[in-house]
T-cell receptor
Framework: KQEVTQIPAALSVPEGENLVLNCSFTDSAIYNLQWFRQDPGKGLTSLLLIQSSQREQTSGRLNASLDKSSGRSTLYIAASQPGDSATYLCAVPTGSGNTGKLIFGQGTTLQVKP | NAGVTQTPKFQVLKTGQSMTLQCAQDMNHEYMSWYRQDPGMGLRLIHYSVGAGITDQGEVPNGYNVSRSTTEDFPLRLLSAAPSQTSVYFC?????????????FGPGTRLTVL
């Protein structure tokens, strides 16, 4: 059974710092891995999708990496800003992928202090 | 594109009442799904659909019904609301029926059952 874990559960950093959020999964037979951002009381915003054949994806100050063999993904945020404060979730599709069911980690809540 | 839209944003029900949560997408996505998000439980799949006329159960389907008469709409019906259904409900959609593509989420409906 696929399990997704995110460590740490919470992180507080000063503005301008570079930071890394971690996501691990137990079954390496994944189609892809998706990172989301969730602001308090809001929906999930897709940040990056990494296919299983890719090693990294970049969007602006965000860079996500994927190492299937070790069951890990990282989300690197460069030059953090207070507007980056949110909960970050990673998710992988289950099994055959046809159900579309995503298995989510519990999230890392990030606070960037001015 | 409006993306994935959900109505209402907030709803308060009394135990035993019924209601329908609306979800629509304008991206012509084949796949749509409903999740609920609860503190400490993360996001859990309720029902999903791989196309008009096709629906299936997720991991927590009891107490909920769905139908998919059009590609655009995927309503979630609560037949007889219970306090255990107090949650935040998210609708999601994705192109294709395999597990390869990015999923997009709506803004959510916050439901309280008294």
């Amino acid at each position: 059974k696929q399990e997704v874990t995110q460590i740490p559960a919470a992180l507080s950093v000063p503005e301008g710092e570079n930071l890394v959020l971690n996501c691990s999964f137990t079954d390496s037979a994944i189609y892809n891995l998706q990172w989301f951002r969730q602001d308090p009381g809001k929906g999930l915003t897709s940040l990056l999708l990494i296919q299983s054949s890719q090693r990294e994806q970049t969007s602006g100050r965000l860079n996500a990496s994927l190492d299937k063999s070790s069951g890990r993904s990282t989300l690197y945020i460069a030059a953090s800003q207070p507007g980056d404060s949110a909960t970050y979730l990673c998710a992988v599709p289950t099994g055959s992928g046809n159900t579309g069911k995503l298995i989510f980690g519990q999230g890392t809540t990030l606070q960037v202090k001015p | 594109n409006a993306g994935v839209t959900q109505t209402p944003k907030f709803q308060v029900l009394k135990t035993g009442q019924s209601m329908t949560l609306q979800c629509a997408q304008d991206m012509n996505h084949e796949y749509m799904s409903w999740y609920r998000q609860d503190p400490g439980m993360g996001l859990r799949l309720i029902h999903y659909s791989v196309g008009a006329g096709i629906t299936d159960q997720g991991e927590v389907p009891n107490g909920y019904n769905v139908s998919r008469s059009t590609t655009e709409d995927f309503p979630l019906r609560l037949l007889s609301a219970a306090p255990s259904q107090t949650s935040v409900y998210f609708c999601a959609s994705r192109s294709g029926t395999g597990g390869f593509n990015e999923q997009f989420f709506g803004p959510g409906t916050r439901l309280t059952v008294l």
